[in-house]
């Protein structure tokens, strides 16, 4: 399922956080929304999943506007990874996972949820079966992040919203969850801090700078050193690298 923004104003507490944003995510593809602090990332990202309405302008999940779906329905074609997950929840790690069959299960309690394997699926597609008993009180930041990540998967969304989805991960556990959710084929649209990885990863990105479309479009046309330094005051060389294949980004002091 393709999404699209589509001249999106927001404005919160007065500011204009989001400034006629267009931006089309196409179906299946692994977009990256890059850009410095404060640009509009997480904003972006809250009105895609539907939690707020735009001022101006529309968002599109395939033809239907997002604001008009019903809440149960949005729950089932959207998954948001947020970027602070609730830090007190006295739940296991597979109650956590399993939160994420709630727009699935029947509208009375008790009522079975029919694909309750999807959980297990959930669990190992990110890695944390061993971590299911587990308390989620005592899981690390990194451990916390994969088992948000299986709980979104347990969704089975037809679009996947991270925000910082690698936060917490070491490097292994970073390219493990990008590598999943490349796999997976669902629409995702990935707010990332770190351009090699949105690089490697991603066959698109959005730039945001301070609330506006810097640029858009595959990687290899969108990043490179006039981008890095216009955005993030950067100096860098941005290039093919031979024997990794993918774009690299190296910065200079
Ligand atoms: N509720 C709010 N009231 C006022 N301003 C807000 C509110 N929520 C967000 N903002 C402002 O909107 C702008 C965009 O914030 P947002 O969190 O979307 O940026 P971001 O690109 O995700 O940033 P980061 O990389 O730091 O996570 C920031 O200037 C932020 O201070």
């Given at each position: 399922m393709r999404v699209g923004a589509q001249d999106v104003t927001w404005i919160r507490g007065g500011q204009t956080v989001l400034d006629s944003v267009t931006a089309e995510m196409p179906e299946g593809a692994v977009t990256g929304l890059i850009g410095p602090n404060g640009s509009g990332k997480t904003s972006l990202l809250l009105l895609l999943a539907g939690l707020h309405r735009p001022a101006h302008g529309r968002v599109l999940l395939g033809e239907r506007e997002v604001a008009t779906l019903p809440a149960r329905e949005r729950a089932r074609l959207v998954a948001l990874l947020e970027q602070q997950a609730a830090t007190s929840l006295p739940l296991t790690a597979r109650q956590v996972v399993e939160l994420g069959r709630i727009p699935y299960r029947g509208r009375w309690p008790g009522a079975a949820d029919p694909a309750a394997s999807v959980v297990d699926e959930a669990m190992a597609a990110a890695h944390v079966q061993e971590l299911a008993e587990r308390g989620w009180n005592t899981l690390s930041g990194g451990e916390r992040q994969r088992v948000q990540l299986a709980r979104s998967l347990a969704q089975q969304p037809s679009v996947l919203l991270l925000d910082e989805?690698?936060?917490?991960?070491?490097l292994g556990h970073q390219l493990d969850l990008l590598r999943t959710v490349r796999r997976l084929g669902v629409t995702t649209v990935a707010a990332l801090h770190d351009l090699d990885l949105a690089a490697a990863y991603c066959d698109r990105l959005v730039v945001l700078d301070e609330g506006r479309v810097a640029a858009s479009g595959p990687v290899e046309e969108v990043l490179d050193s006039g981008l890095v330094a216009r955005v993030y005051g950067v100096t860098a060389e941005v290039e093919r690298h031979r024997s990794a294949g993918r774009v690299t980004v190296v910065w200079h002091r």
């Open positions: 989805p690698t936060n917490h991960l070491d």
